[in-house]
């Protein structure tokens, strides 16, 4: 079983920064797949990035690349998500997920746990 709780979120103005965190609990966390998501009101739940459990293989969705980066610190059990340069098209809830996996990008529906999420909120 893994648990994931997500911080970091908040208000933040077009153009800043924000980084998110998301500590897992449980064990072998270095073999899990780690992903970000998020959904906005009245939308489905997209793909924001991912770094696999075998060999840190990072992916991105398009629109976000040069943006956002993903890392993974093994030894706390934590993935961070650095959001940069911020628009209000970026508010939504942002999710963690997990799943041992080998893959950097795994489809939301094949993710076995997901976090409470954070809001994040941008304002213009």
């Known amino acids: 079983q893994v648990q994931l709780v997500e911080s970091g979120g908040g208000l933040v103005q077009a153009g800043g920064s924000l980084r998110l965190s998301c500590a897992a609990s449980?064990?072998?966390?270095?073999?899990?797949?780690m992903g970000w998501f998020r959904q906005a009101p009245g939308k489905e739940r997209e793909f924001v990035s991912g770094v696999s459990g075998r060999d840190g293989t990072i992916d991105y969705a398009d629109s976000l690349k040069g943006r956002f980066t993903i890392s993974r610190d093994n030894a706390k059990n934590t993935v961070y998500l650095q959001m940069n340069s911020l628009k209000p098209e970026d508010t939504a809830v942002y999710y963690c997920?997990?799943?041992?996996?080998?893959?950097?990008?795994?489809?939301?529906?094949?993710?076995?746990?997901w976090g409470q999420g954070t809001q994040v909120t941008v304002s213009s």
């Open positions: 449980g064990r072998a966390f270095s073999t899990y797949t």
């Open positions: 997920a997990a799943r041992l996996d080998y893959r950097a990008y795994v489809a939301h529906y094949e993710y076995n746990y």
